[in-house]
Nanobody, 125 residues
Framework: QAQLVESGGGLVQAGGSLTLSCAVS????????MGWFRQAPGKDREFVAG????????NIADSVKGRFTLSGDNAKNTVYLRMNSLKPEDTAVYYC??????????????????WGQGTQVTVSS
């Protein structure tokens, strides 16, 4: 069992930056495949980025590649999503997700068993 708590969302102007945090309670990060998803009003939940330290792999959506990066702090059992050069189309509720398995971070929400409550990111033009 894992519990995920996101933080760091907010309102930012286009071109600005935000860092989202996902604190994981449960097992150490190495036991999970971690993912970030987002959902804008009226749209499906969209994969943003994922990481697996155990398999040594990352997966970044084309829409954010070169602007968003993932990192983690094992001491704090926390995953970070650094978002640079934000655009109005990045506006959404951002969710952290985890699945306790060995493998690559996939883009399918159904493959993640644990979810955070979400944090709103709003990018103004």
């Amino acid at each position: 069992q894992a519990q995920l708590v996101e933080s760091g969302g907010g309102l930012v102007q286009a071109g600005g930056s935000l860092t989202l945090s996902c604190a994981v309670s449960g097992r150490p990060l190495v036991f999970y495949v971690m993912g970030w998803f987002r959902q804008a009003p009226g749209k499906d939940r969209e994969f943003v980025a994922g990481i697996s330290w155990r398999s040594g792999s990352t997966n970044i959506a084309d829409s954010v590649k070169g602007r968003f990066t993932l990192s983690g702090d094992n001491a704090k059992n926390t995953v970070y999503l650094r978002m640079n050069s934000l655009k109005p189309e990045d506006t959404a509720v951002y969710y952290c997700a985890a699945d306790q398995r060995f493998g690559v971070p996939t883009s399918t929400p159904a493959e993640y068993n644990y979810w955070g409550q979400g944090t709103q990111v709003t990018v103004s033009s």
